[in-house]
């Protein structure tokens, strides 16, 4: 696999996800093959940020110690724009079918995508 670009996992304020070469298969979890057909090195590319809300859970109890200041704070299922889903934070408010845009908050000590609703 050619260098790998660093995201949020790793401190950096981007989310990567892959594109197979072979079959144009998205995925956003990295792997050293594609998901889909398993032909080697898929591509590493920076995600735009931008997406659709597909699900949305309002969390009102703490999980940890550490997560106690946050609550409430909502975890979503975001529609990347690229074609993959994942998983983040976002504001409160959001609804499914929101268009959103991402930045990166301190979350619990750890830097974390966070979606905002497009204005």
């Avoid at 401190?11 to 990567?16: K, L």
């Avoid at 859970?57 to 550490?66: F, I």
């Avoid at 409160?92 to 974390?112: C, P, T």
Wanted: hydrophobic share 40%.
């Amino acid at each position: 696999m050619s260098e790998r670009l660093a995201d949020w996992t790793k401190g950096e304020q981007a989310v990567i996800y892959q594109t197979c070469t072979a079959c144009g298969h998205v995925q956003y979890i990295r792997r050293a093959f594609c998901a889909a057909c398993g032909a080697s090195d898929p591509r590493e590319q920076c995600a735009s940020g931008k997406g659709r809300v597909y699900a949305t859970s309002l969390v009102c109890r703490a999980a940890t110690p550490e997560t106690r200041a946050y609550v409430p704070y909502n975890i979503l299922l975001v529609d990347c724009a690229e074609g993959f889903r994942m998983m983040a934070h976002g504001e409160n408010d959001l609804a499914i079918g929101d268009e959103v845009s991402a930045s990166f908050k301190l979350f619990a000590g750890k830097l974390v995508p966070f979606f905002a609703k497009d204005r």
